[in-house]
């Protein structure tokens, strides 16, 4: 089992920045990809980006040059730094984790979820 919880959500500026955190507990995290993914009110959850063990990551185009997601293996912990937020960005923001086989951006493949954060951006 693996518990996942986020925090550094807010509401900012189109413009501004966050940072997410997401602390993981439990399994080998070295062992785990770890992703975020994002939800609006009445839309279908969807990837943001992906970070394995190795250092490797993968976006979505949405979010490719203005997000970056990092881990540290040591602390077990997984951030989604955000850059130039615009308004369309404003979702909860769920952390992920599943075992580092193959890769899939379908969350419904992800295992562990956290409880999600609040990002909101104003126009």
């Known amino acids: 089992q693996v518990q996942l919880v986020e925090s550094g959500g807010g509401a900012v500026q189109a413009g501004g920045s966050l940072r997410l955190t997401c602390a993981a507990s439990?399994?080998?995290?070295?062992?785990?990809?770890m992703g975020w993914f994002r939800q609006d009110p009445g839309k279908e959850r969807e990837f943001v980006a992906i970070?394995?063990?190795?250092?490797?990551?993968y976006y979505a185009d949405s979010v490719k040059g203005r997000f970056t997601i990092s881990r540290d293996n040591a602390k077990n912990t997984v951030y989604l730094q955000m850059n130039t937020l615009k308004p369309e960005d404003t979702a909860v923001y769920y952390c992920?984790?599943?075992?580092?086989?193959?890769?899939?951006?379908?969350?419904?493949?992800?295992?562990?979820w956290g409880q999600g954060t609040q990002v909101t951006v104003s126009s």
């Open positions: 992920s984790a599943r075992p580092a086989l193959g890769h899939t951006v379908n969350p419904e493949q992800w295992n562990y």
């Open positions: 970070a394995w063990s190795g250092g490797t990551t």
């Open positions: 439990g399994r080998t995290f070295g062992s785990f990809a």
